[in-house]
């Protein structure tokens, strides 16, 4: 029997892969496996090619603290990018809000005070902020911010993707993180991530929300902006991908809108660059 693969590390994979679904061994994680008891294993004949469906595949935490829970899981473990960053805090810095709040997310007050993401709430996690966290050197912008909110009903803890003044701010600033590195793009997969903050907050101005209630999700917002930054990207380097996140609100992919798609030599020929990253976002949810 001869188990083969290409390199980094396609001979352990090959391994893993036929103890998994020749053999029927189980590695659930560290510590926790299933070996079946065979003393006279026999296989049938075979020959079998395995093309990972994925390129790259990335499990943080617990499930790839080891070597070895990495290897069972066929993960991929050197990669020379961030595989979690949010990006949009320096594509669209928050300091910005203080002069252009219409870039930036309309939170409805929905008569609900205790409500965790609406409008009251948060404003007083900005007092909260003020009174208890007296060492900050950024409490000044705070208190602008809720003075400009206030009038506005705008916030900064996410992006108004609808906004014209946003996504150009977005878009030249991702396009300056090519720019001033190149030789740091030339390795693949290289990964320019365009990503929302953490939490459940979403832009519920007019516009944003009549993309969610007809594409039924948010990451309608993203992939249009997405796919704008892509264009771009491929005339400056097509090797690069362009990632977004699916996560809390943008889980659920959009009904209509599809991510842009180029030829992407290396892939098989029915897949895309950015079919690749669509699966790859799935895959990280």
């Given at each position: 029997?001869?188990?083969?693969?290409?390199?980094?590390?396609?001979?352990?994979?090959?391994?893993?892969?036929?103890?998994?679904?020749?053999?029927?061994?189980?590695?659930?994680?560290?510590?926790?496996?299933q070996i079946p008891r065979v003393p006279?294993?026999?296989?049938?004949?075979?020959?079998?090619?395995?093309?990972?469906?994925?390129?790259?595949?990335?499990?943080?935490?617990?499930?790839?603290?080891?070597?070895?829970?990495?290897?069972?899981?066929?993960?991929?473990?050197?990669?020379?990018?961030?595989?979690?960053?949010?990006?949009?805090?320096?594509?669209?810095?928050?300091?910005?809000?203080?002069?252009?709040?219409?870039?930036?997310?309309?939170?409805?007050?929905?008569?609900?005070?205790?409500?965790?993401?609406?409008?009251?709430?948060?404003?007083?996690?900005?007092?909260?902020?003020?009174?208890?966290?007296?060492?900050?050197?950024?409490?000044?912008?705070?208190?602008?911010?809720?003075?400009?909110?206030?009038?506005?009903q705008r916030i900064p803890q996410q992006?108004?993707?609808?906004?014209?003044?946003?996504?150009?701010?977005?878009?030249?600033?991702?396009?300056?993180?090519?720019?001033?590195?190149?030789?740091?793009?030339?390795?693949?997969?290289?990964?320019?991530?365009?990503?929302?903050?953490?939490?459940?907050?979403?832009?519920?101005?007019?516009?944003?929300?009549?993309?969610?209630?007809?594409?039924?999700?948010?990451?309608?917002?993203?992939?249009?902006?997405?796919?704008?930054?892509?264009?771009?990207?491929?005339?400056?380097?097509?090797?690069?991908?362009?990632?977004?996140?699916?996560?809390?609100?943008?889980?659920?992919?959009?009904?209509?809108?599809?991510?842009?798609?180029?030829?992407?030599?290396?892939?098989?020929?029915?897949?895309?660059?950015?079919?690749?990253?669509?699966?790859?976002?799935?895959?990280?949810?």
């Amino acid at each position: 029997m001869i188990l083969s693969g290409g390199e980094p590390r396609g001979i352990v994979y090959a391994i893993y892969t036929f103890l998994q679904d020749v053999v029927g061994c189980r590695w659930w994680t560290a510590g926790a496996e299933q070996i079946p008891r065979v003393p006279d294993l026999a296989v049938p004949t075979l020959d079998m090619r395995y093309h990972p469906r994925f390129e790259f595949r990335v499990v943080t935490g617990l499930q790839a603290a080891s070597f070895e829970a990495r290897a069972w899981h066929r993960l991929s473990f050197d990669l020379t990018f961030d595989t979690g960053t949010h990006s949009i805090t320096k594509q669209l810095p928050k300091k910005l809000f203080l002069e252009h709040p219409e870039w930036f997310m309309y939170c409805l007050d929905d008569g609900f005070p205790n409500k965790k993401y609406n409008f009251q709430a948060t404003l007083r996690g900005f007092e909260r902020t003020i009174r208890t966290e007296t060492e900050r050197n950024d409490l000044d912008f705070f208190r602008e911010v809720i003075k400009i909110a206030k009038r506005t009903q705008r916030i900064p803890q996410q992006q108004c993707l609808n906004s014209e003044g946003a996504r150009r701010t977005i878009t030249r600033n991702a396009l300056a993180e090519l720019d001033a590195n190149p030789d740091a793009w030339r390795t693949r997969p290289s990964v320019l991530w365009v990503t929302q903050n953490d939490g459940r907050y979403l832009c519920r101005c007019e516009k944003c929300a009549a993309v969610q209630s007809e594409e039924g999700s948010d990451s309608a917002n993203w992939v249009r902006l997405v796919n704008g930054i892509a264009a771009e990207v491929e005339k400056r380097n097509p090797n690069v991908l362009v990632g977004m996140f699916a996560y809390l609100h943008t889980e659920a992919p959009p009904r209509k809108i599809k991510p842009r798609t180029v030829s992407y030599t290396h892939l098989r020929a029915h897949e895309t660059r950015h079919d690749l990253v669509c699966r790859l976002l799935l895959e990280k949810k």
